[in-house]
């Protein structure tokens, strides 16, 4: 009896220490990192927000969501929705020097402009995450609900900004306007149809006469390509006949150059003959002009004898008298 005791509670034994070693093995290794808790409001909805969820700086992992509380008032129902975070601050390091987890260096960290932010993990899940950043200048108001933990003020998501910017847009003054630009398009629409359904049959009726224009034409082209062909071919056998005719006469018609080429000396030896005889000093030319000279002298004395006859025709009978 004794050593099946001793066997169940050594069994009982090895059991819880292997439950210690997984312990320290899988979580343990936080037992003993340095950490600090701080409180977090947010005035928006937290869903999608779970225990565990990340917290980040800069898309590094430096903490996680410890504890989300719901806090209810009656009096004034309001809800306050407290968020727990556990940082881990071996990993921050200020001025070259490990962080101390202090409710006084938060409130430092705070006062330069250390602001937490709800951020999507994944579009697909929903799931969200806490982002811390320094956001100098944004407003930090603080709740002040929870005194023994330091608190780290929450600005508003960007989805959370996207939403309050499209409240605020006067929605049902641009569905009115809407509405009407939808009710112009449609009377727009109705004019055009009533429009384009003649411009559509006369378009159609242009398209047709194009058609039988365009058939026309063709036609036409194709005659004329006909005729030509025609003519081509009689001018090529224009040609041929041509050609042959050159060759059959190509001997007389040299026989006739040569013949009128001899004809063309001929003329430019009597044209140089002639410019020859008609230089100013010539002799043929002196012969010529003193042959001129008598010549005129003879017509002269027969017009004196014809006048002489004329005023006395006896001369002829008598002879003229002497002086």
Partial sequence: MNARAAIVGGFILGALALV?????????RHLFTPSTRVVVFFSESVAGLDIGAPVTFHGVHIGSVQNIVL???????????????????SQLIVEGKKFEPSAANTERLVAVGLRAQLALQSFVTGQLRVDLDFRPGTPAPLVGMITDIAEIPSVPSD???LRNQLSQLPLRELAETAQQAF???????????????????????????????MQT???AVRQVRADAST?????DSLLVDARAQLGARGGELSQALTEADRTV????????????????RSQFRDDLEATVRDLAATASS???FAATIEQNPNVLLTGRPSR
Avoid at 231 to 235: G, I, M
């Fill in 20 to 28: 210690v070693a997984g312990i320290v093995f899988f979580g343990g």
């Fill in 71 to 89: 806090h209810f008032s009656p009096n004034t129902m309001t809800a306050q929705i407290p968020v727990y975070l556990e940082v881990t601050t």
């Fill in 159 to 161: 989805l959370s900004q």
């Fill in 183 to 213: 009710a112009s398009l449609r009377r727009l629409s109705d004019h055009l149809d009533s429009v384009v359904d003649p411009l559509a049959k006369s378009g159609t009726r242009t398209a047709d006469a194009i058609t039988q224009a």
């Fill in 217 to 219: 034409t063709d036609e």
């Fill in 231 to 235: 003519a081509l071919h009689d001018l």
């Fill in 265 to 280: 000396r001929r003329a430019e030896t009597l044209l140089d003959s002639l410019n020859t005889m008609v230089q100013t």
């Fill in 302 to 304: 027969l017009r004196r």
